[in-house]
């Protein structure tokens, strides 16, 4: 065998050597979103480079950082020059960074900024929706990966605390390209009716911002909002804060945690119940105690030591009352009996009064005849009125040649006014 043979360590340190030796890869600047970032106690820091479709280990030593201005914080844009190196031991490349740039927020966190203005502008996340929990749920709902440390955590922490809690699990992926889709599924399979679930908690262990980009995602937080069932974000994080936090009805910093809302102590509740019980039969004793005190002190009474006598006094009153009523029928009786014996002498005072008020009407009729007109004309005396009907008092006011009218006892005439003559005096004409 002619060709060269390389240890793994011979072939790394090649590659060390031919990548710090090339150009290329010493004093070059790169741009990336920070994640991961660790201060160590000896003063360098650790963190991740990375963009949408690759990450850069790297790290800060503490000689190079001495001039940072800012702390570094997940999900910052920064401009970083430095050189590529090998780590032997891992047999990986690392980024040393000689001097580093703010460049703002990154790429991810400005569409999660984004989508978190978008969704609190419609309201998913308006505390006045969020539901409350049932107090004594029968079956859970668990949304996770059924082999991460997150469901065993929280099957632990329900059995302990309430033993007799049943338990369902809808496996999901929480991490990777398709986790968002395989996570909105499980939660919508949880909410059908068969499954009689009473609280849902979804979510995974802690990670870097990457691992839990999945709890970031439209649909997902969408999906926490529309759970018909209860739902209580569970996702482990330190720093971050996924936006499905914020669309849950409860949120919790760890799965665990999560587990300690949901469910109730068991032997807690059977302890308060004791208590109630002690408190309701000591309260029961209290209140018969206090209604014999009445009951004696009823019992005590007269009228309770010979009921006898309240019959005998409501028969005294009754007799009285009876004595009562008979003496005011009576009395009724007789003044209808007088009245009764009063009424020919009514008739005639009635006949009296007719003949008076017909006797004083005879006389005004008779008087009226006398005051009349009528009366008067029918002596043989006239009217006489002109045109329009009004009274002719004196020839002045007529002329001749006009049209009077003649009223008579027995009628009118019609007569025109051929001439007017005065009375005479000393034989003239008083005009």
């Known amino acids: 065998m002619n060709e060269n043979i390389y240890t793994i360590t011979e072939l790394t340190r090649l590659l ?5 030796k090339a150009p ?22 650790y963190l991740t480079l990375k963009d949408e479709n690759a990450v ?6 503490k000689y190079a950082n001495r001039n940072l201005t800012f702390r570094l914080e997940e999900g910052m844009s920064v401009f970083a020059q430095g050189n590529l190196t090998v780590f032997e031991k891992r047999g990986s490349y690392q980024f040393i ?5 703010l460049e703002g927020i990154g790429e991810l966190q400005k569409q999660i900024e984004q989508l978190k203005k978008k969704l609190l502008e419609e309201g998913i996340f308006d505390p006045a929706r969020k539901r409350p929990l049932p107090f ?33 699990i809808a496996p999901a992926k929480v991490q990777g390209a398709d986790a968002g889709i395989s996570i909105v599924n499980a939660i919508e399979e949880l909410n059908r009716p068969e499954w009689n679930i009473d609280i849902i908690i979804a979510g995974r262990g802690g990670g870097s911002f990457e691992d839990l980009m999945a709890f970031n995602e439209e649909a997902v937080v969408r999906a926490f909002f529309n759970s018909r069932v209860p739902i209580i974000s569970a996702v482990g994080h330190q720093v971050d804060h996924p ?14 945690a999560a587990a300690e809302i949901a469910i109730p102590v068991k032997d807690e509740l059977i302890d308060y ?54 003496f005011a029928m009576r009395d009724i009786i007789n003044t209808g009996r007088n009245n009764v014996l009063v009424l020919p002498d009514l008739v005639r005072m009635m006949h009296n009064v007719i003949k008076d008020k017909t006797h004083g009407y005879l006389v005004a009729v008779n008087s009226l005849e006398k005051l009349s007109p009528l009366s008067v004309m029918k ?39 051929n001439s007017k003559t005065g009375e005479q005096f000393h034989g003239k004409e008083k005009n």
Do not use: M
């Open 24 to 45: 290329a890869f010493n004093g070059v600047w790169v741009s990336g979103e920070i994640s991961n970032v660790t201060y160590h106690s000896s003063g360098h820091i």
């Open 97 to 101: 960074i000689s001097q580093l740039k």
């Open 56 to 61: 850069l280990s790297s790290v800060f030593f």
């Open 379 to 417: 002596r043989g005396f006239a009217i006489a009125a002109d045109s329009g009907r009004n009274i002719v008092r004196s020839i002045r006011d007529i002329e001749r040649g006009e049209d009077i009218n003649v009223f008579l006892s027995d009628g009118s005439l019609e007569c025109t006014v």
């Open 243 to 256: 936006l499905s936090d914020d669309s849950a009805d409860v949120c919790a910093p760890t799965p665990s």
């Open 273 to 326: 119940l004791f208590n109630l019980r002690g408190r309701s039969y000591t309260a029961l004793l209290s209140r018969i105690r206090e209604l014999n005190f009445h009951v004696d002190g009823f019992t005590r009474q007269r009228v309770f030591r010979n009921p006898l006598e309240i019959v005998s006094n409501r028969n005294l009153l009754l007799d009285d009352t009876e004595k009562r009523l008979i």
């Open 16 to 20: 060390k050597a031919y990548i710090e």
């Open 136 to 168: 004594l749920p029968k079956r859970i709902g668990i949304v996770t990966s059924p082999t991460g440390a997150a469901v065993r955590d929280i099957i632990k922490v329900a059995k302990r605390r309430y033993p007799d809690i049943e338990i369902l």
